[in-house]
């Protein structure tokens, strides 16, 4: 599964001619941050305790998207594989593999320069109706459901009280080099939140059908069976989404949804939240300046 899934991965890559993958993503969210930096940082108008009470739900009245757009972006950081590098690795995927002592050193100047971890449910509030975050809040987020996001990334991320969001994709759970249901279960009852990454990571631009029953309304009742918690957000496979999928994604609950690179859609900008993916070759500091020229 995860040799087919990085062929495919850079056969995606390869068609949209970029010779450098790791420049890829820097470049593209240094265009993204431009945007970013434009919108203007509007003051928070509620506490944080708020958030508590505050009502995640589809069928909230939503404010115009140039609101949500006017609010100081939240750096929110994607993961995949936290492991040392093989030989076997190419250069595509040593993008999205984060060595356990670079992941480390991550955490630590996170840590260190006085970042707090939020929710998701933090972020939408926030969004949607300005209750107040952590100071230099962030967000952490993790796509695939690889076994070492579990066993090295989570027990890291506990020594400073960090949660995460982690992207379920289900038809790998229980699999070799896969987290199992008990673990997901584990994540969620600790204090992590759980979204869905579809059935098998079909990339939702070309969903027609049945499609979205196999890859939406599937994989999100097994997790709700799962974690006993509704499942709010979504992640796009190779961060690939269109405005189709929004109607799709809001007719199941899902009240956000997660991209990559690229700019946020102007008319519904919650549907394709935008992250950064961070490459295994960061240490701490270098980790710092992106989120500093992104957000």
């Known amino acids: 599964m995860k040799l087919l899934f990085t062929c495919f991965l850079f056969f995606i890559l390869s068609c949209q001619s970029v010779p450098d993958p790791v420049s890829s993503v820097l470049s593209q969210a240094g265009t993204a941050s431009l945007a970013g930096n434009l919108v203007s940082s509007a003051k928070p108008e509620k506490s944080a305790e708020s958030t508590r009470s505050f009502s995640i739900s589809p069928s909230r009245v939503i404010p115009p998207a140039s609101v949500i757009l006017g609010r100081k972006q939240v750096p929110v ?17 040593r993008t999205y593999i984060v060595p356990p002592a670079a992941f480390a050193a991550q955490m630590r100047m996170l840590a260190d320069s006085g970042y707090h971890t939020i929710t998701p ?8 109706s300005g209750i107040r975050l952590p100071e230099k809040p962030i967000l952490l987020s993790f796509d695939d459901t690889d076994l070492d996001q579990f066993t090295v990334a989570y027990p890291e991320m506990k020594k400073y009280g960090f949660k995460g969001l982690f992207f ?36 939702v631009k070309k969903y027609e059908g049945k499609d979205w029953i196999t890859q939406l309304d599937k994989p999100t009742r097994q997790l709700e069976q799962i974690t006993g918690k509704s499942i709010r957000y979504f992640a796009y496979p190779f961060g690939l989404w269109n405005t189709n999928a929004f109607p799709e994604l809001k007719k199941r609950g899902f009240v956000a949804a997660f991209q990559l690179n690229e700019k946020p859609d102007p008319a519904d900008p919650l549907y394709c939240i935008r992250r950064i993916i961070v490459p295994g070759t960061w240490n701490g500091p270098v980790l710092q300046q992106w989120i500093r020229r992104d957000f």
């Open 77 to 93: 950081l994607c993961y995949h594989q936290i492991r040392d590098w093989k030989l076997t690795d190419s250069k595509t995927s």
């Open 168 to 203: 379920i994709m289900t038809v790998s759970l229980g699999r070799p080099h896969y987290m199992s249901r008990d673990q997901v279960r584990a994540l969620s009852d600790d204090g992590n939140t759980i979204g869905s990454h579809t059935w098998d990571h079909h990339n």
């Open 121 to 128: 449910d933090q972020l939408y509030a926030y969004l949607v």
